[in-house]
């Protein structure tokens, strides 16, 4: 069900509304929008009385929400969602494209400076890395972990990058809430139902990846998992689906982004590394993905991709990047969107020395 508040409904009339709602033993999710503020209900396993609540100060209407993932839908909330993060022009959503570049894997210092400095000067605004990596042999590389966090949280000091890595379990959930500005749930945890719900209880960004044979419904049932626990901020990324094809190793489903934006408000950012597995692929997709109206790009960039430790063969040089970003910079006003190429940051104390855990640079 959904409670929809009139124009004019005051805080506190909204508060009241919310009241009601968890007094009837249900939980109340309310979700400003530009003019006006609805509020889902969860927790009900059938019809709400809507008599009582239409009678409220404030209500408009309440009516009936159809699809299963209700907090996700446009039916609750029709605008687009915009996420944004402190201290920075930086957002997600709306727009502005939002770039995401970085390597598949933290593998030193000195590498993921190298790289954070050139992906900036070209224009991106966030930092992926990867601190804790799923892999498929247990003897592969599997990331620096706490040391690779703290690397990034120089990179976001340094360059004005904000930064997304990955979240594994629930142990190294705690970590990048702690250390990052998004918390990145990949298409082997899709489901992981525990961890899309303590995910959901932090107050921090998602990004999540749709899983290797995710159907849409499926995705955005993932999706309000993270939602249904008060978490709203959420990000979709298709990254490829398995399908018979061997010429790349994906298949980017470029149909689900205006599929997504049909039926949800979230903003929704295309993965051409992982969605084909390679070098030569990774432009040309990028370019359809901004084409199609994807919110944003995520990409791997490293100066070195022969010697990476991790998926070398789908990493773009940092030239690669810088010619990337031309090209979707000239895509970008035909779909009406535009590519902040420059974030400015407010003056603030750095992330690290507020935590005590290194000064000036340099990491404890």
């Known amino acids: 069900m959904l409670v929809v508040m009139k124009t004019q409904a005051t805080p506190e009339e909204i508060r009241v509304v919310c009241e009601h709602i968890e007094k009837l033993g249900f939980r109340a999710h309310p979700l400003p929008g530009a003019q006006r503020t609805a509020i889902g209900i969860t927790g009900n396993q059938g019809e709400v009385d809507r008599g009582n609540l239409e009678e409220l100060s404030g209500v408009a209407e309440v009516i009936r929400v159809s699809k299963?993932?209700?907090?996700?839908?446009?039916?609750?909330?029709?605008?687009?969602?915009?996420?944004?993060?402190?201290?920075?022009?930086?957002?997600?959503?709306?727009?502005?494209?939002?770039?995401v570049a970085g390597p598949c894997s933290i593998e030193s210092r000195d590498q993921a400076f190298a790289i954070a400095e050139q992906v900036s000067a070209a224009g991106a605004q966030f930092f992926r890395g990867g601190a804790f990596k799923p892999r498929t042999s247990p003897y592969a590389?599997?990331?620096?972990?706490?040391?690779?966090?703290?690397?990034?949280?120089?990179?976001?000091?340094?360059?004005?990058?904000?930064?997304?890595?990955?979240?594994?379990?629930?142990?190294?959930?705690?970590?990048?809430?702690?250390?990052?500005?998004?918390?990145?749930?990949?298409?082997?945890?899709?489901?992981?139902?525990?961890?899309?719900?303590k995910a959901g209880r932090l107050r921090k960004p998602v990004l999540l990846k749709r899983g290797l044979s995710a159907t849409l419904e499926e995705f955005m049932m993932s999706a309000e998992y993270v939602m249904s626990e008060g978490n709203y901020e959420v990000i979709l990324c298709e990254r490829g689906v398995r399908?018979?094809?061997?010429?790349?190793?994906?298949?980017?489903?470029?149909?689900?982004?205006?599929?997504?934006?049909?039926?949800?408000?979230?903003?929704?950012?295309?993965?051409?590394?992982?969605?084909?597995?390679r070098r030569d692929s990774v432009l040309p997709m990028a370019r359809a993905g901004v084409a199609c109206g994807a919110d944003g790009i995520i990409v791997e960039v490293h100066h070195q991709p022969e010697n990476a430790l991790s998926d070398g063969p789908q990493s773009i040089y940092p030239a690669q990047f810088a010619q990337m970003m031309n090209e979707i910079e000239r895509i970008a006003p035909v779909v009406g969107r535009t590519l902040p190429r420059g974030i400015h940051l407010n003056v603030a104390p750095k992330y690290g020395e507020r935590l005590g855990l290194y000064d000036a640079g340099k990491a404890k």
């Open 68 to 99: 299963p993932y209700k907090l996700a839908s446009r039916d609750v909330k029709e605008e687009d969602t915009i996420i944004r993060f402190a201290g920075t022009d930086a957002t997600i959503g709306g727009r502005d494209l939002a770039i």
């Open 141 to 197: 590389f599997q990331g620096m972990g706490i040391e690779a966090l703290r690397i990034m949280a120089e990179i976001r000091d340094r360059f004005g990058l904000r930064i997304i890595t990955e979240a594994l379990d629930s142990e190294t959930l705690e970590l990048v809430a702690e250390w990052a500005d998004v918390i990145q749930i990949g298409a082997r945890n899709m489901q992981n139902f525990s961890l899309l719900k």
């Open 243 to 277: 399908t018979f094809s061997d010429h790349a190793r994906n298949t980017l489903d470029l149909s689900v982004i205006p599929a997504v934006q049909r039926v949800s408000h979230l903003p929704i950012l295309v993965d051409p590394s992982h969605g084909t597995g």
